[in-house]
């Protein structure tokens, strides 16, 4: 009996290289050696915070931005944090330097099709974080790549220059209209897909977001991953705490771990809205 | 001198005293990336019942000062997939494996004992009297002497054979020596302690608890002093019952507190949640503390906290 679980995982002493401020966001950039080639476009870190004796007894678990596997500092792992809790302003606060306790890469990664294929990719706030790797990854097997991105407010969209390279488009919406078109990203989904004859969706970002996505793919009829966001307490599947309902093979939903059966799960499969409640039927209930 | 670094709790022999808590180390399968199983004294499984249960909904966890709550609600497969995936694959690992039990009615706990008859790889039994996380508070066994000891009694005349019977006892009581004693005459081989304790958290923005089922059951750093208090009074009273410590413990120091407590052998739960290789770290800075304070063996230290001191 193989074990699949956590494989690819390792747990290192990760050393700042840089920490940069961009609109609403840390820019952080780790140096982890060997582990950055293990990375794939959708996997996540868990890192500890607070340094020794800290009151905060959890991991942080931040999606990959992006993982390069040889320059100056050796393997590198990027992430994009928004500093909105405790934990999070701890690790944004570092100065370059400081090692933090790395767990990574874990959970499951963005599935690159077979053959070239077109594909949009739907990012919100800094869920657009592991988008831009993927673009590249997508564009390297000859896929056109367009990209949606949206959020309150301009500050609050992460759309780096290097990033935008390997996408035909980028539209971007806010809530205020403060940068690009007024309103959510999923008022110019259908028109998207439609012009550029999207065969794929991938998305990140909040769940409400995934949900509405969700409903315009299965519309289309085009297959669409998402890679969800749930509060997580370990990163490494022990915990049982960020679970979501996924439909099996048969249509039962089952309480599935987002940590290891996501967090790219594919989208037709999850049943949404399910906070505070189990769906009716589900295994074990 | 070697160094003894071996405990017992009744019969099972333990190559160390460092074991995970049930509930906190999924199927062992996702933290054998990180360290050989083999490593701890054994590995605890979460609770198992007769059939499968999805668990609790989400919100299922609140982040605490130096805790958590969780409120997962016995999330499983069900015994019989249990016995057919993990108990097999643990068993190839060498793992030694402390299979929890967690049933509804005292029936559950007879049905789940006779299960547990001869399976490779397990030394033990801990009996999941106390979880926090069912329905009816007056379901969990172990608040009332009468059924924590009916509990024990079912699983005593259906285990056979020699298995020991850990019984694990919730903190949330007036009484725990004397929940521990009836459960010792009911034939209760030893006692983990201790289990969550109750606990709730309110979201302020939502202004509603923060899990979705309202309460869960607090660990972490933040219980360990009502650990070491219940094991201390436990072991005052019943100095012969074996004893399998927990609660928050994070480091050597803190295992090291549990067993002059009078604990043999310690459980690491949360400390894995925030720490993948954690009860690895305690084990190693265990026994250099035992080495350093000059014991000779882990039962010399058991409950040393309790000798008498003249001033």
New interface residues.
Partial sequence: MINQINQRASQVSAQLISNKRVGAYHHMSFAVGDLAAQALPGNFVAIAVGGEGSSMVLRRAFAIYRSTEKCAEGGLIELIVAPHGQGSRWLTSLPPHSVVDMVAPLGTHFGIPTEPVRALLVGGGYGSAPLFGLAELLKSRGCRVDMVLGASTANKIYAPLEGKRAVSSLTITTDDGSTGIQGQITDVLPSLIEENEIEIVYSCGPMGMLEAITRVSERYGILHQAAVEESMACGIGVCMTCVIPVRDDAGVPRMLRSCIDGPVMDGSKVVWDSKRKIPEGTFGA | MSFDFSTTLGNAALPNPILTAS????SG??????FPLTDLGAIVT?SIMI???????????A?T????L?S?GL????VDQFLQNDI??LA?QGARTIVSIAGETVEDYAVLARRMRNLPGVVALEVNISCPNVENRGMVFSCHPETARAAIEAVRRNIGGELPIIAKLSPDVTDIVSIAREVADAGADGVALINTLLGMVIDTNLMLPKL?QKTGGLS??AIRPVAVRAVYQVHAALPKLPILGMGGI?NGRDAFEFILAGARAVSVG????????AAISIKNELEAILTEKGFSSVEEAVGYAHREVTS
């Fill in positions: 509930g906190c180390a999924g399968k996702e933290l054998s990336q990180f979460k059939k499968a249960r999805s668990g609790r909904a989400t919100p299922r966890m982040e000062p130096s805790g958590m969780n997962i999330q499983g497969p069900g097999p694959w190839e979705a972490g750093p994070a949360t400390a894995t949640f925030g720490n993948p290789t």
